[in-house]
Nanobody, 127 residues
Framework: VQLQAFGGGVVQAGGSLRLSCAAS????????MGWFRQAPGKEREFVCG????????YYADSVKGRFTISRDNAKNTVYLQMNSLKPEDTAVYYC?????????????????????WGQGTLVTVSS
């Protein structure tokens, strides 16, 4: 599966942005999906994940209550709705797909559990 993330941009603190991750080559219904981010000078970190069934989500504490991950299997796209953005949310955001043969409700939260990665989209939050 090939993933392409887009929707990044510059937004003021407190604003909102929605990222999209379009998949091609295979249906995303076959994968658990996740978003990661990497800020300048920092390691890539987990943001949130969604189980293969779409029934379970898991969020990093830093974004819980502000970010929402969702999927539209008909459009073969995963979304990341980001609200109440903060300057510390500034980073390149990556979507990823987990193809492990695991339970439909399992949510991967570690980078090594994901097999396919999009190219990243830059989000800049100004103060």
């Amino acid at each position: 599966v090939q993933l392409q993330a887009f929707g990044g941009g510059v937004v003021q603190a407190g604003g909102s942005l929605r990222l999209s991750c379009a998949a091609s080559g295979r249906t995303i219904a076959s994968y658990g999906m996740g978003w990661f981010r990497q800020a300048p000078g920092k390691e890539r970190e987990f943001v949130c994940g969604l189980s293969k069934s779409g029934s379970r989500t898991y969020y990093a504490d830093s974004v819980k209550g502000r970010f929402t991950i969702s999927r539209d299997n008909a459009k073969n796209t995963v979304y990341l709705q980001m609200n109440s953005l903060k300057p510390e949310d500034t980073a390149v955001y990556y979507c990823a797909a987990d193809e492990r043969v695991v339970g439909m409700s399992v949510v991967a939260s570690r980078a090594y559990e994901y097999h396919y990665w999009g190219q990243g989209t830059l989000v800049t939050v100004s103060s």
